[in-house]
């Protein structure tokens, strides 16, 4: 109907359909197919029902806008009433751009801040170390010239952990 009264010709129809989340991600085939009708040339005019139709993060919208304007495709937001063809529009791309960037920076600095205060509280990062025991008890084996397999199931670590130790016992011994 809105197509219609912009007189404007249908040759496509992607939609999607409530999926269940599989593996982190939602699979979004209409989409993902909108995509590369845009990629292949077979779209001039994208119209969207609102701007939260398009990805399910902002990030996700900026990439499908980068890849209409790169292949000079616009679009229609009919809820915002906005036409990236139009004055009103040129510059969404590049606000998108920049709420996307904005909302990376600003998730980046939580996380800079708040590992900052973990270890004001000397919360420890990454694994936690080998016991001292089991190192020991390694060294002892590789020193009787046990394999590297038969010393990680005796000593209760992993293989590439006694191959670390035994370098750096090489090293140390030279």
Partial sequence: MIATERGWMVTGVFTDHPMTVKKGRER??????LRDAIRHGG????????????GRTLEE?????KI????GVSLWFNDQMLDTARSNGLSIFDTADMMAHHLRQSRRARILQGQASARN????????????PKLERAKTFLATGKSLREVA???GISSSTVGRLKNSMGSAAM
Avoid: H, M
């Fill in 43 to 54: 779209v001039q005019k994208v119209l969207v029902w609102s701007i939260d139709r398009i």
């Fill in 121 to 132: 509280l000397q919360v420890r990062f990454g694994r936690p170390p080998i016991p001292v």
């Fill in 68 to 71: 209409c304007q790169s292949a």
């Fill in 61 to 65: 919208l900026v990439r499908l806008l």
């Fill in 153 to 155: 199931r005796l000593a």
């Fill in 28 to 33: 979004r085939p209409g989409e993902t197919a």
